[in-house]
């Protein structure tokens, strides 16, 4: 596998959409303040009538909910993982001692179910463990302890009845406070989600879709021609960048009226070019979501937009991310060889994030690697980021691909790339990504270190 150990090391994801990371703080943040008062009052409690070894157990969840505060700002899947198994075994823990006695039911238990709604609401349902298989084994241990099945399991070593009976009302009032605010959670992030849907939609039909680019430059400092990168302009102002927006266009089926305006904007920009003698031979760059690789009228909308913008499609490079690959590959690449055969190119995005084999890589119709930025930007302190970006390399001449390096910012990662035999970069160190006017000056100031 060429890209899964690399992309297992850096843990990397495409995006990690604003609105899901609150979402996802959100619900660690709640966590982590209800162990934390949960812990200490019943630690305290248990103290206070001498029962030392159970306020342990409950010392424990309080140190679940500090690891779910400290991990609240980070709101990745591992440390969502993480804290949803430590919090499931605490409460299993203290389920098992409180075992049912004479008119005090079992209560703790109740907490799988907050734990079971909010890893259901917060994993994206591609996560099958987190949002279906966890879940479910939450609901499964609460029907367990419900139904008694697991009280032969316990210590017998059971707090004080007066303590219990207490114990038993607010564990039922606070789970299900846990459960409503939960819901309330999910229930905002969807409305949120709603909201922002009807507001792309409308910006697409306002043409508030805009596209910058970023140019691309050879070893020696030419360029070769641009990435084009979308921006949704508000009605206010503000600019939003691809990953407050792409993410949700992805899943409400935007993303098609998205990318063809891109596509539009981005040939209209290269039959600019063809006009001069000093740009006509510049390539223009243009990312795909999968999602349109996967739709069957995403080829003959490409093939029109060439048609209708009149453009020499040689010079349109079509840019596909490697974690793309992981699904339905065949009606994918088939795809993609139907584009090539109009005379468009592929580039295989953030190459080293994804999972492809060397042998897929082999079979697709991919002329350009484009190395992903954390490689660049790591080999200047990481040993093993270092060799990785000069195995990318090695792989892009075995495969006889060009490469091309992204996110080059210093003068000494593009000299260390060059050295390894890289001969395309693109990066801040040349250029950040600018609206069409701005390129068009930044081309002319540079006109003398235009290829042709
Ligand atoms: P990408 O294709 O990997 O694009 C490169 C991203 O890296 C851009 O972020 C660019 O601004 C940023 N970048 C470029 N040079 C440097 C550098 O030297 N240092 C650093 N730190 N960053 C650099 P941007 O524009 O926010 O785009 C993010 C992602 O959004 C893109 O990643 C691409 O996957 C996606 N995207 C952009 N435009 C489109 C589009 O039209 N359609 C689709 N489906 N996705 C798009
Ligand atoms: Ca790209
Ligand atoms: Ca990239």
């Known amino acids: 596998m060429a890209g899964n150990a690399v992309g297992k090391h850096y843990g990397l ?19 982590g303040v209800s162990c934390i008062v949960l812990g200490l009052g019943w630690a305290l409690c248990y103290l206070y009538f001498g029962r030392a070894e159970l306020s342990i157990v409950f010392v424990a969840l309080i140190a679940v909910g500090v690891l779910a505060l400290l991990r609240s700002k980070r709101s990745d899947g ?13 409460v299993y823990a203290i389920a098992l001692i409180d075992a049912p006695i004479a008119w005090v039911p079992r209560s703790v ?45 316990a210590p017998g070593i059971s707090p004080p009845v007066e303590v219990r009976a207490w114990g038993a009302r607010s564990n039922v009032t606070l789970s299900m406070i846990l459960l409503a605010a939960i819901f309330a959670i999910h229930r905002a992030d969807i409305g949120r989600r709603l909201r922002m849907e009807r507001e792309l939609r409308r910006a697409v039909r306002n043409g508030e879709i805009e596209v910058h680019y970023q140019p691309q430059v050879r070893g020696g400092g030419a360029v070769s021609g641009a990435e084009a990168l979308v921006r949704w302009r508000r009605p206010s102002g503000a600019l939003l960048s691809p990953d407050a927006f792409i993410p949700l266009a992805e899943e409400s089926a935007l993303i098609g009226e998205i990318s063809l305006e891109v596509l539009r904007q981005a040939c209209a920009t290269l039959k600019l070019w063809s006009d001069s003698p000093c740009t006509s031979q510049l390539r223009m760059a243009v990312n ?82 484009k190395i992903d930025r954390h490689f660049v930007q790591e080999a200047a302190s990481q040993e093993s980021a270092l060799r990785l970006l000069g195995k990318i390399v090695e792989i892009s001449q075995v495969m006889n691909m060009s490469a091309l390096a992204e996110g080059v910012e210093t003068v000494a990662q593009r000299d260390l790339l060059v050295g390894m035999g890289c001969d395309h970069f693109q990066g801040y160190l040349f250029a950040r990504p600018m609206p069409a006017a701005v390129l068009q000056a930044w081309l002319e100031k540079r006109v003398d270190r235009l290829p042709g």
Not at 13 to 31: C, D, M, P, W, Y
Not at 81 to 88: E, Q, S, T
Not at 300 to 325: F, G, H, K, N
């Open 13 to 31: 994801q495409k995006f990690n959409g604003t609105a899901r990371r609150e979402k996802v703080e959100g619900i660690l943040s709640l966590t």
């Open 78 to 90: 591992a440390s969502l993982l993480i804290v949803a198994h430590c919090i499931f075994l605490a």
């Open 109 to 153: 238990h109740l907490f799988m179910l907050p734990l079971a709604a909010g890893a259901a609401f917060t994993f994206e349902a591609r996560e099958r463990y987190g949002s279906l298989v966890f879940p479910l084994i939450c609901l499964v241990s609460f029907a367990a302890f419900a139904v008694g099945a697991l009280d032969p399991l």
């Open 288 to 369: 795909i979501s999968p999602v349109q690789l996967l739709d069957e009228a995403f080829v003959p909308a490409v093939a029109a937009v060439i048609r209708q913008m009149d453009i020499d499609p040689s010079l349109l490079e079509l840019e596909l991310t490697e974690s793309a690959l992981s699904t339905n590959i065949t009606a994918m690449v088939e795809r993609m060889r139907a584009l090539e055969a109009l005379g468009v190119t592929w580039a295989l995005d953030d190459f080293g994030t994804g999972y492809s084999s060397l042998s897929t890589l082999r079979t697709l119709p991919v002329r350009k690697l």
